[in-house]
């Protein structure tokens, strides 16, 4: 399957061609290089699962993929489009969203708030419009609310909207950044360890989300996870990555059974 | 030579002096930053406070005199003793040393953890209390400070530069005889941090607060020898300053002073405190005495800081201090 | 059973999203209203004016302003007085060059002026964050002090570097100066009041005050979500410099009429402004009203019970106020960090159950 045309899963979901493409990313932080010549990319419509052991540097890997590192060496290619450097804020107006490893809400303000946040990109009205308050921006601020809204019912948060998000407990914390990512409805969403610190009922309802946003919405979705269950279950493709170099890179049960792979987790030492 | 250049060195002199004083004062700053996260805003407040109860003490005044004789309608001053500044600068680091007790109990016990603009902000608050309770105890009318320091003009350098230069440098005695007792205060305390077990200590706790508990060290016990330290420190600037110019309210804008020095330095370094003073204290003497007249004067109300925020700008950490790295 | 809430629910988001969605809530505002622009006008007497009123009016927008900017977008900022002078001696500027021009124009103006010089020493913080910023704010504040002390043509090279409000009118009534009515005075600032808290509550609840509260509470997560922290911070000192100018217009023009920069705008005045934010309540309009409120009147009312009352010393009742509120800012910050505000929300909390436990 590594033709750029899409195809069909077994379960009736469309794969599309080529989104994402990661060319020889080389990345480094004074003397420590994160990561190594890494190659992969990623297709529309499918969920792709970024492992490795910790450390092997997944999250920088997702932090290139969203802009917010640039690489020093390597290209990113965003829908056969060599991506120039943008500033991180500009990185959102792409239609790529993420999620965080350690929970980055705004924690003094409401769960509502903080879904409308992420809708803070496509509200245009001019601060003079919104000092007025009464037209434009209302009917804006309305439009939006109902966007958001909508998301809240998806991941049935609906009795915490107006909680401040300082007060949940840590899984609806992880389910309102995802609402949050949601709002801006778009069209490659990252996920930083959705499943870390939950127990199997919390897995289960968040595995179902993710499959239902990937499924209704059409959403690609790259994540990273270090469930295998969650990844097996879940994913399409998988990329392998230990001390940041790409190790694997494949199906499931590709990856399942590649030797390197198991090197890795096992901890055969290498160098 | 020419006359301006022997003007801009007595000038430079004297910025190098005032600079150690600074430092001196940015050093109290320091160390609770360093041992708590907390930016002692009150600082300079203490100094004046300190510097007050030296003088209530040695003076014999009655503490609360003024609030004592408004609801009793007495007229009370003065015990009428005069005791000798040895006793008095112990009595007051033993009072101090209380007040950092107290401090540390009722305030700072119930803020840990948070950030440290809240803790900045209650240190404003505790500096507006400690200048109220200050001037109810010992009166707000400012005080004739002597505890036997040098003072005057340094007549062996005015003399060898006059046989030099052909003018002669006024060095005033006091400047010196602070500038040596700072150093030493510098250095004794350098050593302290880096060398000991309790400097270690408090430095761990600097560093985290969680992992310093986890391996034993007592914060409380580390926090009331730091603002006692800090205490201390305060109380030989009020002295060296309330020698200088009296002691009045003034003194408590020191700690104004302190903080360009503090930005320019870096929050977590000594080292960065004495570079820091010794640039503000040369810098702003030289900047009035050279573009100051061109501008109107009185540059130094905001030379330190404007330099600070340039620094800032193009090094947000300060010269020595740490890189602030913020991950996501 | 004050708040009789059955039946009183928001069938639209635009009825939810309304500053005052409980009824009751509303008619109580529009009470204050009323009171506040029909009512107290007739009672005013030069004393409670001068004492009272006009004070927490004028340090009332100062205070929304400086929440902007602090409560809001947690950009601390001790420059408070400093822009207050710049409001101040803007419309000293403007008032003497073009004396033919409305008071209001003016005022807006040294506004827009304050908006601009703000702007300028913002820029700073997007490299310097947190409470850095707050002492790199005192270089403008200890700046703009001097300026305004040492630069002749502010003050219009008087001997003395004092700078006096002339007699100006509005609608024929004279607002400036020393003929003003109380009622005039009151009314003009009331209505710069009203203005400013609309002005500041339609801002903070749109897209503009989710900007500047993601940045408050994870300025990189901001970023990453698509907030332009240079926009959003400086459209932050902007807006708050716009009303703590136009506060220090008011303060100089209609308020003390003449003013000397040192003592007025010193750095005891931005303390007090982030007094009354930080006892109010950060990032909440009606905090800024309660905190102005405490801080006006408590001098105020020690120096009745105390001085006049109690026959005490005047030093002694300042002294007094010093502890009072230094000690009050340190319960507020480890008891309850959103101030007043939210101790009275808590108490409508509550009220909206009673006479129930829960």
Redesign the interface.
């Known amino acids: 399957m590594n033709n750029s045309d899409g195809y069909v899963t077994d379960d009736g979901r469309t794969i599309g061609g080529v989104v994402m493409e990661m060319k020889n990313i080389t990345l480094r932080f004074g003397g420590v290089t994160a990561i190594k010549d890494i190659t992969f990319d990623i297709r529309e419509g499918e969920i792709r699962a970024i492992i490795g052991p910790n450390g092997a540097g997944k999250s920088s890997m997702l932090n290139v993929v969203?802009g917010?590192y640039v690489p020093q060496e390597g290209e990113v290619f965003f829908r056969g489009v060599k991506r120039p450097p943008v500033?991180?804020?500009?990185?959102?107006?792409q239609g790529i969203?993420?999620t965080?490893q350690?929970i980055?809400?705004?924690?003094?303000?409401s769960v509502l708030?903080n879904v409308?946040?992420?809708r803070?990109?496509q509200?245009k009205?001019g601060?003079l419009s919104?000092?007025?308050?009464r037209g434009k921006?209302?009917q804006?601020?309305?439009e939006n609310?109902?966007i958001c809204?909508r998301v809240i019912d998806f991941l049935e948060i609906q009795s915490i909207r107006k909680t401040p998000v300082s007060r949940l407990p840590y899984g609806l914390k992880k389910r309102v950044e995802l609402a949050?990512a949601l709002a801006?409805e778009p069209k490659l969403l990252l996920l930083d360890e959705p499943m870390a610190g939950m127990n199997v009922e919390e897995k289960e309802d968040m595995s179902r989300f993710i499959l239902d946003v990937n499924d209704e919405f059409g959403t690609t979705i790259a994540l990273i996870e270090h469930d295998m269950g969650v990844v097996m279950d879940l994913s399409d493709r998988v990329v392998v990555m230990d001390y940041g170099k790409k190790i694997g890179d494949g199906t499931p049960d590709e990856v399942r059974n590649n030797q390197a792979v198991i090197d890795a987790y096992l901890g055969v030492s290498h160098d | 030579m020419p006359d301006q250049l022997v003007y801009a060195m007595e000038v430079f002199l004297n910025g190098l002096m005032a600079g150690v004083l600074y430092a001196l004062v940015a050093l109290g700053f320091v160390l609770i930053y360093k041992a708590s996260g907390i930016f002692n805003y009150a600082q300079g407040v203490m100094a004046l406070f300190a510097a007050m109860t030296l003088v209530g003490v040695m003076e014999g005044q009655v503490p609360f005199s003024h609030l004592i004789n408004a609801i009793l309608g007495t007229k009370v001053h003065h015990f009428g003793w005069h005791l000798p500044a040895l006793i008095g600068i112990v009595s007051t680091v033993v009072i101090m040393v209380v007040l950092a007790w107290l401090v540390q109990r009722i305030i700072f016990k119930h803020l840990v953890g948070q950030e440290p603009i809240i803790l900045f902000m209650a240190t404003i608050g505790l500096a507006y209390f400690m200048e109220g309770f200050g001037d109810m105890m010992w009166g707000s009318e400012i005080k004739k400070l002597d505890v036997g320091l040098p003072q005057g003009i340094n007549l062996w350098i005015d003399e060898t530069t006059y046989n030099i230069f052909d003018y002669g440098f006024f060095i005033d005695n006091l400047d010196i005889f602070a500038t040596i007792i700072a150093a030493i205060l510098v250095g004794g305390l350098v050593i302290f941090s880096q060398y000991t077990k309790e400097g270690r200590a408090m430095r761990a706790v600097a560093d985290d607060h969680q992992a310093a508990l986890s391996v034993g060290v007592s914060l409380n016990f580390i926090w009331i020898m730091v603002w006692s330290v800090a205490g201390f420190v305060a109380l030989v600037a009020g002295i060296m300053w309330g020698t200088k110019s009296g002691v009045q309210f003034s003194l408590s804008l020191i700690a104004l002073k302190a903080l360009p020095v503090l930005m320019l330095g870096g929050f977590t370094s000594i080292p960065g405190a004495i570079v820091g003073g010794l640039i503000i204290g040369v810098g702003e003497k030289l900047f009035e005495f050279t573009v100051g007249p061109l501008i109107g004067g009185a540059t130094e109300n905001w030379f330190a800081y404007v330099l600070a925020l340039l620094v800032l700008v193009f090094r947000p950490q300060g010269l020595f201090g740490e890189k602030i790295i913020e991950r996501? | 059973m004050f708040y009789r809430e059955a039946g009183d629910f928001s069938k639209?988001?635009?009825e939810d999203?309304q500053t005052f969605p409980i009824r009751f809530d509303r008619y109580r505002y529009y009470a204050v209203l009323l009171i506040a622009f029909a009512i107290i006008p007739f009672f005013l007497n030069d004393y409670w004016v001068n004492a009272i009123f006009l004070p927490f009016l004028i340090y009332s927008i100062a205070a929304i302003g400086l929440n902007i900017l602090t409560g809001y977008c947690g950009q601390v900022s001790l420059g408070t007085g400093g822009f207050m002078a710049v409001g101040a001696y803007a419309t000293y500027k403007l008032m003497t060059s073009f004396p033919e021009v409305s008071m209001v124009v003016h005022i807006l103006l040294a506004g827009g002026i304050t908006a601009f010089v703000g702007v300028l020493f913002g820029l700073p913080s997007l490299r310097i964050k947190g409470f850095y910023l707050a002492v790199a704010t005192l270089a403008a504040q200890f700046f703009l002090v001097w300026l305004f002390n040492r630069v002749p043509w502010f003050y219009n090279n008087s001997a003395s570097g004092q700078i006096n409000s002339p007699e100006r009118t509005l609608l024929g009534v004279p607002i400036t100066g020393a003929n003003t009515e109380p009622w005039a005075v009151y009314l003009f600032c009331l209505v710069f009041v009203a203005l400013s808290a609309v002005?500041a509550r339609?801002?903070t609840?749109?897209?503009?005050g989710?900007?500047w509260?993601?940045i408050?509470?994870?300025d990189?997560?901001?970023?990453?979500?698509?907030?332009?922290?240079l926009t959003a911070k400086l459209?932050a000192f902007a807006?708050s410099s716009f009303f703590v100018g136009v506060s220090g217009a008011l303060f100089f023009s209609v308020y003390l009429g003449a003013v000397e920069v040192g003592e007025v705008f010193g750095i005891n005045k931005s303390f007090l402004v982030l007094f009354m934010i930080i006892i109010g309540g950060l990032?909440s309009i009606f905090g800024s009203f309660a905190g102005a409120a405490f801080l006006v009147l408590l001098p105020v009312l020690l120096k009745n019970v105390l001085v006049t009352g109690l026959g005490w010393p005047t030093d002694i009742a300042a002294h007094l106020e010093f502890m009072i509120v230094g000690g009050l800012i340190i319960v507020f910050l480890i008891m309850e960090p959103h101030g007043i505000a939210q101790l009275w929300r808590i108490a409508k909390e509550k009220l909206r159950l009673w006479p129930f436990p829960h």
Do not use: C, H
């Open positions: 969203s917010f500033k991180p804020f500009e990185v959102a107006r969203a993420r965080f350690n980055a809400l705004f924690e003094g303000m708030d409308m946040t992420g803070l990109t509200m009205a601060i919104q000092a007025i308050w921006a209302e804006e601020e309305v609310r109902e809204e949050r801006s | 996501v | 639209t988001y635009r999203s002005i339609n801002l609840r749109g897209a503009m989710r900007k509260m993601a408050r509470d994870m990189i997560a901001a970023e990453i979500i698509g907030v332009n922290p459209s807006i990032g």
